[in-house]
C-alpha cells in the first residue's frame, strides 16, 4: 500500500509563509516575528529532500526578496546557508524528538540571524536593533506547531480522524 502524495502542501505552504511574512505587526512585536519561510523551507528540507535542496532554496528566497523590501539576495542566500546546514545534518534531525528539533531549529535561526547581520556588515548596512536577535526564541518555540500541522497536512492524517 502506497501513500497518497499531497503535492500541492509545500508550494501552498511557502505561499502562507512568505504572506506571513508580509503581515503587519506593533512594532514592539516585529522583533519576535518569526523567519515563516525559513521555518517551513526547513520542514520540507528534513522531510523531503529529493524536492527541496539548494536550488529550491535559492528560488524560495529569491521570491522572499522579491516580496519582502531587503536586499535582492539576502533571504536567497540564508536559505542557501540553512539548507546546506539541514541537508548536512538531516538523518540526525529526523530522529530527534521535537523538544530536541526545536533546540536544533533554534540554533538554526540563530545561525541565520548569524548570516544576516555578516551580510548587513559586509554590505555596510545599517546595524540592527539588539531585539533582532529575539527571532530564533520564536521560532525555537512554534517549531513544534510548524512540524505537527505540516506533517498532517502532508500525510493526510488530518482526514483519517
Known amino acids: 500500500m502506497t501513500r497518497a502524495r499531497h503535492h500541492w502542501v509545500l508550494p501552498t505552504s511557502l505561499v502562507v509563509a ?3 511574512s508580509l503581515l503587519p505587526m506593533p512594532q514592539v512585536l516585529l522583533p519576535l516575528r518569526p523567519y515563516w519561510v525559513g521555518l517551513v523551507l526547513a520542514y520540507w528540507v528534513i522531510e ?3 524536492r527541496v535542496g539548494l536550488g529550491f532554496a535559492f528560488l524560495v528566497g529569491l521570491a522572499g526578496d522579491l516580496v519582502s523590501d531587503g536586499l535582492l539576495g539576502e533571504q536567497a ?3 542557501v546557508v540553512m539548507t546546506f546546514i539541514l541537508q548536512r545534518f538531516r538523518a540526525r534531525l529526523r530522529f530527534f524528538p ?3 528539533q526545536a533546540l536544533a531549529v533554534g540554533g538554526l ?3 541565520d540571524r548569524i548570516v544576516t547581520a555578516a551580510i548587513h556588515m559586509v554590505l555596510r548596512e545599517p546595524a540592527l536593533p539588539s531585539a533582532f536577535w529575539f527571532s530564533p526564541l520564536t521560532g525555537m518555540v512554534l517549531w513544534p506547531l510548524i512540524f505537527l500541522l505540516l506533517d498532517a497536512l502532508r500525510l493526510g492524517s488530518w482526514r483519517r480522524r
Open 18 to 20: 512568505l504572506a506571513l
Open 48 to 50: 523531503d529532500p529529493d
Open 77 to 79: 542566500l540564508r536559505l
Open 98 to 100: 521535537l523538544s530536541q
Open 109 to 111: 535561526m540563530l545561525n
